[in-house]
């Protein structure tokens, strides 16, 4: 199972950023999936979660500002970010819904906003 996360880099406060992730070696249609953030000597938090059949929800502080999305044909999830502030700096990951206990961590990417 490798889930790959792409797409963070450096962006102004106010801009916006779109994060992949692709999913090889599981039957993605059939996994509840999310996004998820970690700070430096912090726990990783769920940002945003997309369940197999679409259901969404999202972490208070990205409501209204972040859109996570699928596609099950390519296996790719998606997490468009927009209205990013300077406290969205940190490394986000892919992962399965953790209720079932995590597929193997990605290596993630970092995403940095400046003020």
């Known amino acids: 199972v490798q889930l790959q996360a792409s797409g963070g880099g450096l962006v102004q406060a106010g801009g916006s950023l779109r994060l992949s992730c692709k999913v090889i070696?599981?039957?993605?249609?059939?996994?509840?999936m999310a996004w998820y953030r970690q700070a430096p000597g912090e726990q990783r938090v769920l940002v945003a979660g997309?369940?197999?059949?679409?259901?969404?929800n999202y972490a208070d502080s990205v409501k209204g500002r972040f859109t996570i999305s699928r596609d099950n044909k390519r296996r790719y999830m998606y997490l468009q970010m927009d209205s990013l502030k300077p406290e969205d700096t940190v490394v986000y990951y892919c992962?399965?819904?953790?209720?079932?206990?995590?597929?193997?961590w990605g290596k993630g990417t970092l995403v940095t906003v400046s003020s």
């Open positions: 070696g599981i039957n993605f249609a059939i996994y509840n």
């Open positions: 992962n399965r819904d953790l209720g079932p206990g995590p597929l193997p």
């Open positions: 997309i369940s197999s059949g679409g259901n969404l």
